[in-house]
């Protein structure tokens, strides 16, 4: 799988090595997760006065505490959804509770990772953590993008028509 069709990446500090086996474990068999080691020494933007000015306008990274989440030894999961899934869809409530209840998702918040099924979604808007109440609804849309129980559900997709007892094939259609 290509890293544009991943889902989710989980970026493990380098002295994290037994988080990193626990979340290989949980995710190991679904390819839409990544989870790889923080290689990085340092800031590669600390400049040593040698070189001329820094012709860089900001900070290129979207996650600006991530630096700072890995620098205390806590893993970073970053979602990768790249389109909004409407939680208040009666089929995709059906997927969810259905076929996705046993899939896990991390939360970086409390760095635990929860069934989807474990996550009671009181308002519609929200996904809160069992833990500590962060709102998980990004990882739980990355998830839905690659689950293969999503693949066939485009953007405003039906199920199709079953034909139901005693209806002829042609009454259905």
């Not at 390819?31 to 860089?56: E, T």
């Not at 205390?72 to 909004?84: E, H, K, L, N, Y």
């Not at 009181?122 to 693949?151: E, F, K, N, R």
Request: glycine share 8%.
């Amino acid at each position: 799988m290509k890293d544009s069709e991943r889902s989710l990446l989980i970026v493990v500090p380098r002295t994290g090595q037994d988080a990193g086996r626990s979340l290989l474990q949980v995710f190991g068999e679904d390819p839409a997760v990544q989870v790889i080691v923080d290689r990085r020494f340092n800031d590669r933007r600390v400049r040593s006065g040698a070189h001329g000015p820094d012709r860089r306008h900001g900070e290129r990274r979207n996650r600006l505490d991530a630096d700072s989440e890995l620098r205390g030894d806590r893993w970073v999961a970053i979602p990768r959804a790249t389109s909004q899934i409407d939680f208040r869809d009666l089929d995709a409530k059906a997927i969810l509770f259905l076929c996705c209840s046993q899939h896990a998702v991390p939360c970086q918040k409390c760095q635990n990772t929860y069934r989807i099924g474990w996550i009671s979604r009181s308002d519609s808007t929200l996904s809160p953590c069992p833990l500590c109440g962060s709102d998980l609804t990004a990882v739980i849309a990355a998830h839905v993008q690659t689950c293969v129980y999503w693949a066939s559900r485009g953007p405003g997709a039906r199920p199709e028509s079953h034909v139901g007892v005693g209806e002829s094939s042609a009454a259905a259609g």
